[in-house]
Nanobody, 122 residues
Framework: QVQLVESGGGLVQAGDSLRLSCAGS????????MAWFLQAPGKEREFVAR????????YYVDSVKGRFTISRDNGKKTMYLQMNSLKPEDTAVYYC???????????????WGQGIQVTVSS
């Protein structure tokens, strides 16, 4: 069993940076692929980035490549999403997720955080 809690969201201006954190619990945290998804109002939840259990491989949706960086610290059971050069279209609720294999699809993730709001004003 893994429990996930996001933090670090908020209201920023376009061009600013934010770092989201996802604190996990449970002895098996380090064995899971971890990912970030976002959900904008009226839209489905979408993949943003994922990182392998070892932290050695990371994948991003094209719209955030070069701006966002996913990382994890298994010793602290925490995953991060560094978001730079934020745009108004990045506004959404951001969710962290844990699953047994790398995927861009929500059904492949077994555990989810409660979500945290990120709002980017123009």
């Amino acid at each position: 069993q893994v429990q996930l809690v996001e933090s670090g969201g908020g209201l920023v201006q376009a061009g600013d940076s934010l770092r989201l954190s996802c604190a996990g619990s449970g002895r098996t945290f380090s064995t899971y692929v971890m990912a970030w998804f976002l959900q904008a109002p009226g839209k489905e939840r979408e993949f943003v980035a994922r990182i392998a259990w070892s932290g050695s491989n990371a994948y991003y949706v094209d719209s955030v490549k070069g701006r966002f960086t996913i990382s994890r610290d298994n010793g602290k059971k925490t995953m991060y999403l560094q978001m730079n050069s934020l745009k108004p279209e990045d506004t959404a609720v951001y969710y962290c997720a844990a699953g047994p294999r790398g995927s861009e699809y929500t059904p492949d993730y077994d555990y989810w955080g409660q979500g945290i709001q990120v709002t980017v004003s123009s």
